[in-house]
């Protein structure tokens, strides 16, 4: 097990619950091949523990050596540079907007292959019910994509990108698109659902409903909405706002 997954196994916070996690509030700490942020890592209403993170890597450099989590099911979204996946028996290099999604049990390791700093944001789940390690061999296994994969719809608020709708060893149904708002654009009317979402802005500034509250957000900041909990999300610039979406249940 490498220093930085013992640094996050024991720097377990209290319960996650609905917050706007500022890019510009994150502190950079340093480990042997990388620089990390952490944003969060405890218990939500859905899942036994949710662990978010920033990674930076240098050229040449990996994160981590080879490594499986038995328990736990990780999505990664790169935000600049490249990034050289490696899952099990597939390896693919993915840029700004890729996406790739390791299943539990699979051996992986991350890579910086391009000459700038690669930064990646990697998202962590731990289900309150068993691993269905066969149920995400059966969906396909570890996923990778890159930005050009996704297929775009056109639509009267903007546009939207579809990422995957699939089974996976750890949820029924995890769902990941890309939704891209017009200015002054609501992306729904305010409502709560049972399902937790991720939300991570990529261009433009949004006003964020939380509760019976609002905040702002920036590119780079995460958003997680708990269950149960009302929330809408609101372009409030010139220019589109653009942001990955994600469900899981």
Known sequence: MTVLTCLFANAQQGSVTSKVFGWNDLIVEKDTGSY??????????????????VVEVDPGKSPHSPLAHVDAEELIIVKE?????TAGSNTAIIGPGGVALIMPGDL??????????????????????????????????????DWENWSVTQNDK???????DRFT???????????????????HSPHKHT????????????????????????????????????????NSGTTPLEYFALQFQ
């Open 108 to 145: 992986h390791t991350f890579e910086n292959t391009g000459k700038a700093l690669t930064v990646y944001y990697a998202i962590r789940f731990k289900t309150k019910t068993p691993i269905n390690a066969e149920r995400g061999k059966g969906a396909g296994g570890s996923f990778t994509g």
């Open 169 to 187: 060893a750890a949820f029924q149904k995890m769902e990941l698109h890309v939704t891209s708002l017009n200015a002054g654009q609501i992306s």
């Open 81 to 85: 540079g490249n990034l050289k996946v």
């Open 195 to 234: 399902q937790e979402e991720i939300i991570l802005l990529r261009k433009g500034t949004a006003l964020v409903l939380l509760g019976d509250g609002t905040q702002k957000a920036e590119p780079g900041d995460l958003i997680f909405f708990s269950s149960g909990h009302l929330h809408a999300l609101k």
């Open 158 to 164: 903007g546009e939207r990108r579809e990422v995957f």
């Open 36 to 53: 990390f942020m952490k944003m969060a890592n405890g218990p939500t209403a859905t899942l036994a523990n949710l662990e978010i993170r």
